[in-house]
Each structure stands twice: as structure tokens, then as C-alpha cells.
């Protein structure tokens, strides 16, 4: 395998008739790291990828690999790896000829072909499919072909659009458990478009979000749930409540049912800093909350129970203005039922109102 | 059996008796007739130098034709679809030009253009100061020249709808894997549009093989099969007439068996987020581009304007020179002022409303039971629809003149040769195919659900097929419609077969004032006939709503 290269974005911007689809977007991807870009269709992330790939001109930015500059540079001359939403598998050849197609344009021997094509497919667990039709493989397979045929032209950097996407659920978590040990064990510098934070979480070392084309945070996945830098990091990564409150540099006050309640506050990432004003949201994960048996906390009524398998997701109204969102595995509390509602993990994260 | 099978039935057996009855049974009396003797006829067929002679000059016409159609269609789909210049919105809007050209009326352009005394041919030897024409319009030459033109779009219309529907993504991927433009367009590009273009090659080939027009003008002495069947029925030779026509049915149904067997392997349907993206051209060849855009347009044009041309030229005045000299509106005005010159017109659009109504009426019901209903016979109903599309005008015609040339109502044979109504069901069997794929085409794109959901909400059938089935189909109707009008109007193959003086169609008219020399009136009816296809294309684009563009053409 080539060995895996550092790539670099920096400030790339795409214009498309009036609307600015990649605004000035930075991004730093080290060798052999797993970056996902994540968004909500329509944030710019295809765009940014195809950026990367070269089959979209940025107006302006450049993009590094290894500190060369290739933003001028064709596709083909790239050398990069890429795995197409539908896969864009040759339907006229068969599983072999498509994976062998990057070698047969390098000018690569027939006998070489086969034994890398063959090698690449044992790579992806399809050992000895070679002879078959496109047309008879599954969508889990086309994906694999899509990956060995990505790969067996050694890229130094892989690049992923929504590869995911187009698989039922069970075989969706089983596929990225299997991509993510794939592209660890060759150890390679991947960047890949979702809009599935799951997908982003298993597979990715770093997430970048995105939003109207901007980057809103990059970080690993942990550090944006639990430290995001804005409400719209927040809402895009998990669940949450959003609270009122004032925040002193330590902790948050917050006001629910009738009560104060300091709570251990952590500031937002570096990106945003410190919020200017003491006003701010106060984020409470569902995961960070229980119900108290001893009578502390947030007295209210549960207003709906959700079964969400090994966990019940439970509303509870603690005043006019906040419902509150918890999990629990406790299953004895029932629609109508007072209970009351403690924090369990401190710090909590804060944004800016 | 069912109720949905007895409605099934109940509208299918009269669609296939029609069917049998007006395309395979006057097949059968060819093929019977052929062996009236035994093998006597086909023994002389053999042995002929003559027959010989015009079925491999059908065959090198037909070959020359698609290499020559492909030459020009193939690059020119590829360009205008792969290549962006100054003036290709102009020239992708004129590249079809040629297939509104009503089929006689395109031979006496080029006629008009390139023949012995045609306007370029003049212009070039006086230009070069040449004893002699620098050419002469005849042979086989000739006809492959003229098929190129008029055949060019076939090949164009399906490459281009091929590279259309290609995913762009393929390419992009291929890119992404290290490959050169060149390597794509070998290993991705053109083998994903083999289907497309070896379909269309094949309607060339088939349109070729029975074509009639330009033969029969530029032929000179040359045979090919569609002439001698004209040559032998005029000679009496029925037997022989008989055979020709069988040959040339056969090698016209082979390629059509050989093109749906190319169409059934059409499977590459993917899709994807890519786009198919131009090449901006840069440079010197970004300034030539628009020139060789302009020229080509002027090219194409050029047969419609020379016709305009000549019909604005004061007949008999047009001897020597380069242009007709002197210019008058006479031969129009005299259509107007003369009943009998008006006879052909009034003819013409008669048999083409009658024929295409016809066409409606059967061909939806065809096209509703082909595309909704399973059913026995189903299979049978496939092919009788698309057998006229396959067999030349000319088999038709002969197929016609020899099965309704006598009252045996036993036999189901009627007179109707040398009454007005034979040209009309010629027209209807020639409009058959043409009507009835542009209606299935429609009605397969409905959701199929629909017609269950509005008789599940309690509506009649009848009731569902008025609010639901037929406005699905309406866009293939009026395409359908439009095609066999237009196909109609200008009929001359079947036309120059069965004809009689009294209901004469506008084409052999046309052939008629060409015979007399009297060029302008020739010229003069053609441009009527130009406007009389615009006229249909518009009133059909009014009636029916969003056109569609349909992929099959008629043919010479």
C-alpha cells in the first residue's frame, strides 16, 4: 500500500449561482486519520468532497496534499480513492474488471491485474468473486466492490460519499464496523461525507459538522457531544434540553420548577470562547439526567414514554416552560406519574443563548 | 374465466382480428403467391441477373447507408453533447431538420442541390471553369448520399438519448481511477451506448433496405429489390413481384428480430449525483467552432431553403443557369384559382384524417391491453403491432394491391384497389407501429396503481378509462398521432403502388409536374406539404399538452 499522505483544505469556496455552497472551509486531515464530513443536505458536504476529488473547480482556496498544491489538478492525476453514493460500478463488466479498471488505466500487466484485483476483493471479504456480474450482487456487496476497487489503485488518501447510505439498517452496522476496521488496518487517510451522525461516530476519528457551508466544529465525537460550541452543534449531535441560565465562568444557574439549581458548568470549545454574556443555554443530554428516589431534584409530570430498546425516553413537564427529555431503564414510570428529575453528570455543556 | 380476463378478451379480439386481417393476412398472399408455381418463381428469382443484380445493390446500399449515417450521427451526438461552443443550441435545434423533410420532397431538394443541373453542381463547375458537371447525382453513391442525410438523425437521436441517460457518475469514477479521457470513452463511454447506437444502426440498415424515393429518382439504371417489385407488378410479372417483396420482407423482419434483441439488453439503468458535463472549448478551436457550427446549420438548411426557392421560380424559365432567373408567385396562385390543382391536396388531408383517426382509435386499445392487461394473445398483439413498422411501404402496398383486389367475402378479400379507400387503410397499417408505441410509452410511465385506486373509489371502468387512463395517455396519442400524420400526408411509397387518378395524394402529384418539367409547380406543392407537416406538429403540440419526443421516426 502507498503510504497514507496528509491532505489539507484551506479556505475553499464554491459558488453556485447565488447560493454559496462552501464558504472559506478549513480543514486539517492528518495522515492515516478517519475524518467524516457530517450535515444536513444541502450543507455543502458533497460539494467539498468533490472539491477534494477535483471534479468540482473551487472559486477560490486551495487544496495541500503532502504540501503540494493539487487544487488545479485533473481527477486522474490525483490518485485518489473514491467510493460513489451508488457506487458507480461498470454495469457492462464484471466484478473483477471493474475492481481492475484503475490498473488497466495505469498501464498495469493483465496477469498483475488479476492477482491485485483478486487481492483487493479479499481485502473487502469477497474472495473469489472476480467472474460475477454486477448486476448479481447485493447492495452490501456493490458497496464492497465499490471499496476494493478504490483501493487497489493504493490512494494515498480515500474518499468516501455517503457509502452507507444506500444499505438496510442491520446490514448498515454490521458494513461500518467492517469499513472502519478495513481502513484502520490499512491505515489510511480517509475523508468521507454522511449525514448519519451513527455512521460518523463508528467510523470516523474526528467529525467535522457542517452547516450552510461553513465547518461548525471539528473534533472527535465525544468532544462534540459533550462539548459543543453552539446550540446548532448541540441539536445536530444527539438530543437535548435547553435550559436558561447564567453562567459565572464555573457554573450555571438555572430556574426550573420554581427553584434555582447551580450546576457545574463547562465553557464551549476553544472555537467560541467564552460566551460574552453570563446569559446562556445550559444543554441537558438525556443521558445525564435519572429520576431521584429520594424526593431532590426537579419535581413534574411525566408527559409521554417512548420504548427505545434497552432504554425508555421519558418527557417530563417541570414547569410553563421546560419539558424535560431523559433516559432511563427504569420502566415502572408511567405517562401521568409525579416523579422528580436530578443531574447525574456534571459538568454540563453551555452555549451561547 | 375472470371478469378482468373476459374485458381483457372482449377488447382484444377485435384489435386482433383488424390486426390479422389488414397486416398478416395480405402477407400470406405474397408469401402464397410466391410459391403459386412451387419453386418455380423463387428458381427464376435465382437465376436472374437482374433480381441478382438489385439484391446486392439493396445490400450495399444498406451497408454503405449505415456506415455512412453512423459517420455523421455518431461524431455529431457525441459533440453536441460532450462539447460546449458558440452556436450548438443552434445546431442541436437543426440536427433533426432532415427527419421533417417528407421523404420525396427530400430527394427532389438534393435533386434541386447537387443533380446534374442542381444549383451547387452548376455553381461549382462554373466556379472551376469545367467542361462537364463535376458529378453526377446517380448510382449507388448517390442514394447512400442522399440516405446520410435523411438517415444521419436516427443515429443521432439515439446516441444522444443514450449519453443522456448515462450516469455520470461512471465517468467521474473512471476519472477518479487514473483514466485518460481517450481510455473513457473506449472502455466506459462507448460500450455503455453500444445498445443505443447498434439499435439505431439497425433502423438504418432497415430503412435502407426498403427504401423507395431515392432509387427511384437517382437510381438511373440501377435495381434495387423496392424497385423491381414496382418494375415487375407494372410488368405484370406478379410472381416475381411476389418474391422480391418476400426477400425483402424477410431481411427487413431479420433486423428487426436483431434490434429487440438489442433493446431487451438495454439494462443499464443507474443513477446517480453526477452530472454529464460539457468540455468548454478553449483557443483557436474555440473561434473555429461557431464557423463549422454555421456551416454545418447552413448544410442542413439548405435543401428546405432550395425547395422555397424553386417554388418561387417561373416554371420553364430555369435552364442553364446556376439560379432559376426569374421569380414569380404564379405557382401559387394558380393552386388557388384552379379546382383540379387542388384535387391532390384535398385528397391528401382527407385519407390522413381518416387514416389517423383509425389509428387512435385501434392503436390505443392495443396499446392500453399491451401495456395493463395479461392475457392470451397478449404476445401476438405485440408483434402485429410493430410487423409494419419492420415490412417496407412497398410490401405493404403489394401486400394490399394483391389480397383486396376482388369482392370474395368468404375469403374476407374485398374490392377496394382502384377505390379511394385503399390508400387510407395503407396509410392506417403504415401508422400502426408509430401510434402504438408512443401510447404505451405514455401509459407506462402512469403509475399503474392509479387505475386500481380510481375503481377502487367505486368509478366504472369506463369512468376510470375517461378520467384516468386516457388523460395519462394523451401526450402519446397526440406524438403517435402526429408522427402517422405527418407520415400520411406526404405517403408516396405505398402511394406510387396504389394510387388511382381520382384519389392521387399530393406526392404523386408532386412526381407528376417533376415528369412535366414543370419544376416550380413540383416545388410549389412541396412547400405546401413542408407547411402542412408544420401545421400538424403545432395543432398536435396545442391538443396534446407537453410533447414527447419520440425515439421512432418514419421511414422512407
Not at chain 2, 472551376?128 to 447525382?137: F, I, K, V
Not at chain 2, 402512469?446 to 376510470?464: I, K, Q, T
Amino acid at each position: 500500500m502507498a503510504s497514507a499522505a496528509r491532505l489539507s483544505l484551506d479556505k475553499l469556496t464554491r459558488r453556485f449561482q447565488d447560493k454559496l455552497a462552501v464558504d472559506a472551509l478549513s480543514l486539517e486531515i492528518a495522515s492515516g486519520e478517519l475524518v467524516a464530513l457530517m450535515g444536513a443536505s444541502g450543507s455543502g458536504k458533497t460539494t467539498t468532497l468533490r472539491m477534494v476529488a477535483g471534479y468540482e473547480p473551487p472559486d477560490s482556496g486551495r487544496v495541500w496534499l503532502e504540501g503540494k498544491d493539487i487544487t488545479t489538478r485533473a481527477p486522474r492525476d490525483r490518485g485518489f480513492g473514491m467510493v460513489f453514493q451508488h457506487y458507480a460500478l461498470f454495469p457492462h463488466m464484471t466484478v473483477g474488471q471493474n475492481v481492475a479498471f484503475g490498473l488497466e488505466a495505469r498501464g498495469v500487466s493483465k496477469s498483475e491485474r488479476g492477482a491485485r484485483a483478486a487481492s483487493a476483493l479479499a481485502n473487502v471479504g469477497l474472495d473469489g468473486a472476480s467472474p460475477r456480474a454486477i448486476q448479481s450482487l447485493s447492495g452490501g456487496e456493490q458497496q464492497r466492490v465499490a471499496l476494493a476497487r478504490a483501493l487497489v489503485i493504493e490512494p494515498p488518501v480515500l474518499l468516501l460519499d455517503e457509502p452507507l447510505s444506500n444499505l438496510d439498517p442491520n446490514l448498515r452496522r454490521s458494513t461500518r464496523n467492517e469499513l472502519r476496521a478495513t481502513l484502520r488496518r490499512l491505515h489510511l487517510t480517509a475523508l468521507f461525507v454522511t449525514h448519519d451522525q451513527e455512521d460518523a461516530f463508528a467510523v470516523a476519528d474526528r467529525v467535522a459538522l457542517m452547516e450552510n457551508g461553513r465547518l461548525l466544529q471539528v473534533g472527535a465525537p465525544e468532544e462534540l457531544h459533550d462539548h459543543p460550541v453552539s446550540r446548532a452543534v448541540a441539536e445536530f449531535i444527539g438530543r437535548a434540553t435547553f435550559v436558561p441560565g447564567a453562567y459565572d465562568g464555573q457554573t450555571v444557574v438555572v430556574h426550573i420548577a420554581g427553584a434555582a439549581t447551580s450546576l457545574a458548568a463547562r465553557a464551549p470549545g476553544r472555537a467560541a470562547g467564552t460566551p460574552a454574556s453570563r446569559d446562556v443555554l445550559a444543554v441537558l443530554r438525556p443521558d445525564a439526567l435519572a429520576f431521584a428516589t429520594d424526593g431532590s431534584g426537579w419535581a413534574g409530570v411525566v408527559t409521554d414514554r417512548r420504548f427505545a430498546g434497552a432504554q425508555l425516553v421519558y418527557r417530563v413537564r417541570a414547569d410553563e416552560r421546560t419539558e424535560i427529555e431523559l433516559q432511563s431503564t427504569d420502566r415502572n414510570v408511567h405517562e401521568g406519574d409525579k416523579v422528580s428529575v436530578r443531574v447525574v453528570r456534571e459538568p454540563v455543556p453551555v452555549v451561547a443563548a | 374465466m375472470k371478469p378482468e380476463q373476459r374485458t381483457s378478451w372482449a377488447l382484444a379480439a377485435p384489435v386482433l382480428a383488424l390486426l390479422l386481417w389488414c397486416v398478416v393476412y395480405p402477407n400470406i398472399t405474397i408469401i402464397a403467391g410466391s410459391f403459386a408455381h412451387g419453386l418455380g418463381y423463387w428458381r427464376e428469382f435465382a437465376h436472374s441477373p437482374s433480381d441478382r443484380e438489385a439484391l446486392t445493390t439493396t445490400l450495399e446500399v444498406a451497408f454503405g447507408s449505415v456506415i455512412a449515417a453512423t459517420a455523421v450521427g455518431l461524431p455529431l451526438a457525441f459533440i453536441l453533447s460532450r462539447v460546449e461552443f458558440r452556436g450548438r443550441r443552434l445546431l442541436q435545434a437543426m440536427a433533426t431538420l432532415p427527419a421533417a423533410l417528407p421523404p420525396l420532397v427530400g430527394v427532389i431538394a438534393f435533386l434541386f442541390l447537387y443533380g446534374e443541373s442542381g444549383v451547387i453542381t452548376r455553381a461549382v463547375q462554373r466556379g472551376l471553369h469545367l467542361p462537364e458537371p463535376p458529378w453526377r447525382l446517380t448510382g449507388v453513391w448517390a442514394i447512400i448520399f442522399v440516405h446520410a442525410y435523411t438517415m444521419y438523425v436516427y443515429v443521432f437521436l439515439f446516441v444522444s438519448a443514450g449519453l443522456e441517460r448515462l450516469d455520470g457518475t461512471l465517468d467521474e469514477a473512471a476519472a477518479g481511477l487514473g483514466a485518460s479521457t481517450q481510455f473513457r470513452l473506449r472502455k466506459v463511454t462507448l460500450p455503455l451506448v453500444t445498445p443505443a447506437l447498434a439499435g439505431s444502426m439497425l433502423l438504418v440498415f432497415m430503412s435502407a433496405l426498403g427504401s423507395f424515393s431515392a432509387p427511384y429518382i437517382f437510381g438511373g439504371g440501377l435495381r434495387v429489390l423496392s424497385t423491381q417489385v414496382v418494375a415487375s407488378k407494372l410488368n405484370g410479372a406478379m410472381g416475381m413481384a411476389y418474391v422480391e417483396t418476400t426477400v425483402m420482407a424477410i431481411a427487413a423482419v431479420g433486423a428487426l428480430l436483431l434490434l429487440r434483441w438489442f433493446e431487451r439488453r438495454r439494462t443499464y439503468a443507474l443513477s446517480g449525483k453526477g452530472s454529464n458535463t460539457r468540455i468548454t472549448l478553449r483557443g483557436p478551436l474555440a473561434r473555429m467552432a461557431p464557423l463549422l457550427a454555421a456551416a454545418l446549420v447552413f448544410v442542413l438548411i439548405l435543401p428546405h431553403a432550395m425547395i422555397v426557392l424553386v417554388a418561387f421560380a417561373r416554371d420553364g424559365t430555369w435552364t442553364t443557369q446556376v439560379l432559376p432567373p426569374q421569380y414569380t408567385l404564379e405557382n401559387f396562385t394558380r393552386m388557388a384559382r384552379d379546382p383540379q390543382l387542388w384535387i391532390p391536396v384535398r385528397n391528401s388531408l382527407w385519407m390522413t384524417v381518416l387514416a389517423t383517426i383509425a389509428n387512435i382509435v385501434v392503436c390505443f386499445v392495443a396499446a392500453y391491453l399491451l401495456v395493463r392487461r395479461r392475457f392470451v394473445g397478449r404476445g401476438l398483439l405485440q408483434l402485429l403491432v410493430v410487423l409494419p413498422w419492420a415490412i417496407p411501404a412497398t410490401a405493404i402496398a403489394i401486400g394490399l394491391a394483391s389480397t383486396f383486389d376482388r369482392n370474395a367475402p368468404a375469403q374476407l378479400r374485398f374490392l377496394l384497389v382502384g377505390t379511394f379507400w385503399i390508400l387510407p387503410l395503407a396509410y392506417f397499417v403504415r401508422g400502426i407501429p408509430l401510434v402504438t408505441s408512443a401510447v404505451e410509452g405514455s401509459l407506462r410511465q402512469m403509475d399503474p396503481s392509479l387505475e386500481d385506486a380510481a375503481r377502487g373509489l367505486g368509478a366504472s371502468w369506463w369512468l376510470a378509462m375517461r378520467r384516468v387512463v386516457i388523460p395519462a395517455a394523451r401526450p402519446g396519442l397526440a406524438a403517435g398521432a402526429t408522427l402517422a400524420a405527418i407520415t400520411a400526408v406526404g405517403e408516396f411509397v405505398a402511394s406510387i403502388v396504389l394510387y388511382t387518378h381520382a384519389n392521387r395524394p399530393i406526392s404523386m402529384e408532386i412526381l407528376a409536374q417533376l415528369r412535366n418539367l414543370s419544376f416550380g409547380t413540383a416545388a410549389a406543392y412541396s412547400v405546401l406539404l413542408i407547411l402542412l407537416v408544420l401545421l400538424i406538429s403545432v395543432a398536435a403540440r396545442l391538443l396534446g399538452g407537453r410533447a414527447e419526443r419520440v425515439e421512432t421516426i418514419p421511414t422512407a
